[in-house]
């Protein structure tokens, strides 16, 4: 079965400064890649998604993500983290043609003055 | 823009209450999901559902059930709820075998 480990429960990085995020999955075929950002007391947007194809993808608000299989990564970057991007990120994994989706725990993102 | 609405936002009962939470999405979407989201964010997929099957997760229990009426809209029922159902209950749409999904704001429930 497919899953999802971000490594880093917690990070906290200064505004301004750039970042990076880890997810790992495991899965034996094609993965669907996601990034969802919770911000409080909202649902789940959407930052970006991977289908087969580019390895780095773009997304809103300046983040971006690389696809390496070789790694079984798919870590988020963003190269100068603003107050507002405070929030819970999740990494997500879906299987090809299913539409499930697997989360990831979460990484809690601080953004410190 | 919201998409995915659920009412109502927050609902504080008491244990072995009903209780019942709504969910419309007008995406055109034609499956739909519930999430539970514990208090430290952890996800939990609680049902899937599209016009032709109901994919129940196992671990959930028989308290809880979805019902829908078309595929644009689709509620949760606990029939008596206990403590740890506290929790936020999250409503998803999608595309049959997308794993793309639109998420709704979430219902926060507190069970005293």
């Known amino acids: 079965a497919q899953s999802v480990t971000q490594p880093d429960a917690r990070v906290t990085v200064s505004e301004g400064a750039s970042l990076q995020l880890r997810c790992k999955y495991s899965?034996?075929?094609?993965?669907?890649l996601f990034w969802y950002v919770q911000y409080p007391r909202q649902g789940l947007q959407l930052l970006l998604k991977?289908?087969?194809?580019?390895?780095v993808v773009q997304g809103v608000n300046g983040f971006e993500a690389e696809f390496s299989k070789s790694n079984s990564s798919f870590h988020l970057r963003k190269a100068s983290v603003h107050w507002s991007d405070w929030a819970v990120y999740f990494c997500?994994?879906?299987?090809?043609?299913?539409?499930?989706?697997?989360f990831g725990d979460g990484t809690v993102l601080t953004v410190k003055p | 823009e919201t998409a995915v609405f659920q009412t109502p936002n927050y609902h504080v009962t008491q244990v072995g209450n009903e209780v019942s939470f709504n969910c419309k999405q007008t995406?055109?979407?034609?499956?739909m999901y519930w999430y539970k989201q514990d208090s430290k964010k952890l996800l939990k997929i609680m049902f899937s559902?599209?016009?032709?099957?109901?994919?129940v997760n196992e671990t959930v229990p028989r308290r809880f059930s979805p019902q829908s009426s078309d595929k644009a809209h689709l509620n949760l029922r606990i029939k008596s709820v206990e403590p740890e159902d506290s929790a936020v209950y999250l409503c998803?749409?999608?595309?049959?075998?997308?794993?793309?999904?639109?998420f709704g704001p979430g219902t926060r429930l507190t069970v005293l």
């Open positions: 998803a749409s999608s595309w049959t075998g997308v794993g793309e999904q639109y």
């Open positions: 899965y034996f075929g094609t993965p669907y």
């Open positions: 991977y289908y087969p194809g580019d390895p």
């Open positions: 997500a994994v879906s299987i090809t043609n299913t539409g499930k989706l697997t």
């Open positions: 995406l055109g979407h034609d499956t």
């Open positions: 559902y599209n016009n032709k099957q109901l994919i």
